[in-house]
């Protein structure tokens, strides 16, 4: 496919991420933190998301920096990367929707936080971790570049392994056995697989 229309699916996607985002970020905003976990090492990892997710891929979008390390990819693999962008969309805005003022981009509890288990968090924990991965994979099936199609996964890797563990500790202090009973009953990632 056209590497210029490759690059508008990922902007319209990187676009709809931020919009999506917006009202839940006001909404969460509302709602006082009152266990913050946000350490040096939470803020270095976003910073790798961000470099990862954002940065690279929009200096091989608007500049020819990165050329040299483009290879090629079929339309196939190309029209996946479409579909794997907008379900990883429909995911993201589900958990959004679902997690509510709930939501922090980083490790916090918040004044009236209730655990949520209901909608797309009685199939899988982490939904919303799930959607950013299928978008990590998207963007390398978007972006034929072996540094700005495959930052996202290697930036957002770092970030998951790290952090998933520390947000259940965070929950199992928070909700004790009901966090317990909830991950006993559900997977991370891939409902009844993983
Ligand atoms: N890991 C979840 C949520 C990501 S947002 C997902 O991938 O969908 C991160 C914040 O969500 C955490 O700081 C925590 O406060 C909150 N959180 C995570 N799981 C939750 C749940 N089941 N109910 C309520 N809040 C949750």
């Known amino acids: 496919m056209d590497t210029q229309i490759l690059k ?16 839940y970020q006001r909404e969460t905003q509302q709602n006082t933190i009152i266990d913050n976990r946000k ?6 990892l976003l ?15 608007f500049t020819p920096w990165l050329d040299i390390a483009n290879y090629h990819l079929s339309i196939w693999a190309n029209g996946l990367g479409v579909v794997t962008f907008a379900i990883a969309m429909w995911l993201f805005w589900r958990s959004h929707h679902d997690l509510g003022k709930n939501w922090s981009p980083t490790l916090q509890i918040r004044e009236a936080h209730t655990l949520i288990v209901s909608g797309i968090y009685q199939k899988i924990r982490h939904p919303m971790y799930a ?8 963007q390398a099936l978007l ?9 996202g996964i290697i930036g957002f890797g770092i970030l998951y392994i790290v952090r998933v563990r ?19 009953k559900t997977k991370r990632l891939i409902p009844y697989l993983f």
């Open 8 to 23: 508008i699916a990922f902007l319209i996607g990187l676009a709809a991420s931020t919009i999506i985002r917006i009202p």
């Open 39 to 44: 350490t040096p090492q939470e803020n270095g």
């Open 47 to 61: 910073f790798l998301v961000f470099l990862g997710m954002v940065a690279l891929p929009l200096v091989y979008v």
């Open 131 to 138: 959607s950013v991965w299928l978008w990590s994979i998207a």
């Open 143 to 151: 972006l034929p570049n072996w540094i700005a199609g495959l930052s």
């Open 166 to 184: 520390n947000e259940e500790q965070m929950m199992l202090d928070q909700f004790g056995a009901q966090y317990q009973e909830y991950m006993h």
